[in-house]
Antibody
Framework: EVQLVQSGAEVKKPGESLRISCKGS????????ISWVRQMPGKGLEWMGR????????NYSPSFQGDVTISVDKSISTAFLQWSSLKASDTAMYYC??????????WGQGTLVTVSS | QSALTQPPSASGSPGQSVTISCTGT?????????VSWYQQHPGKAPKLMIY???KRPSGVPDRFSGSKSGNTASLTVSGLQAEDEADYYC??????????FGPGTKVTVL
């Protein structure tokens, strides 16, 4: 079965760092981009950026450039989304998705990140 | 603020059809045939329903169809069923390795 499994929910304080993960299985992981999508509470979906697991080439949405870092370890078929200093406004559900040039066809279950003092 | 525009809501009775629009510009929707549509039920991950404007992934009912004219893409759900009640989002490639989501449309089955 083709699937993406994300790491569990996180509760952090402002200023803390965080890395969440997305592990692919059931397909050739290096052959598809992995995208990250944010959904703030009660709001819509926002494309954050993507990474090519084959060569770690990364594209960021201008809205998220500089705020987060997307990385990958293809030896364990896992992509990561990382913050160096969280803000309360980073509170959201984060989804990873398998992406080719045209669409995101497989989605992870989501990771809820809560940032609160 | 989304670069794409969708109506906030749409509704129809069971068996009827509903069409959702997704309006962009010649730099995104109008410039590429890379429009996709996603269904999201409350508390669930999104699901791909349409890709490349009008193609359906395996397993998606043929009640779902997509089209595009100029800078506006559309998703039509025919023969509405209760389980079609959900939020629907369009996505378009916007050039320069960037993708944009629409703000979403809540579909209600009356």
């Amino acid at each position: 079965e083709v699937q993406l499994v994300q790491s569990g929910a996180e509760v952090k304080k402002p200023g803390e760092s965080l890395r969440i993960s997305c592990k692919g299985s059931g397909y050739r992981f290096p052959f598809y981009w992995i995208s990250w999508v944010r959904q703030m509470p009660g709001k819509g979906l926002e494309w954050m950026g993507r990474i090519d697991p084959g060569d770690s080439d990364t594209n960021y949405s201008p809205s998220f450039q500089g705020d987060v870092t997307i990385s990958v370890d293809k030896s364990i078929s896992t992509a990561f989304l990382q913050w160096s200093s969280l803000k309360a406004s980073d509170t959201a559900m984060y989804y990873c998705a398998r992406q080719d040039d045209t669409s995101m066809d497989i989605w992870g279950q989501g990771t809820l990140v809560t940032v609160s003092s | 603020q989304s670069a794409l525009t969708q109506p906030p809501s749409a509704s129809g009775s069971p068996g009827q059809s509903v069409t959702i629009s997704c309006t962009g510009t010649s730099s995104d929707v109008g410039g590429y045939n890379y429009v996709s549509w996603y269904q999201q039920h409350p508390g669930k991950a999104p699901k791909l329903m349409i890709y490349e404007v009008s193609k359906r992934p395996s397993g998606v009912p043929d009640r779902f169809s997509g089209s595009k004219s100029g800078n506006t893409a559309s998703l039509t759900v025919s023969g509405l069923q209760a389980e079609d009640e959900a939020d629907y989002y369009c996505v378009s490639y916007a050039g320069r390795n960037n993708y944009v989501f629409g703000p979403g449309t809540k579909v209600t089955v009356l």
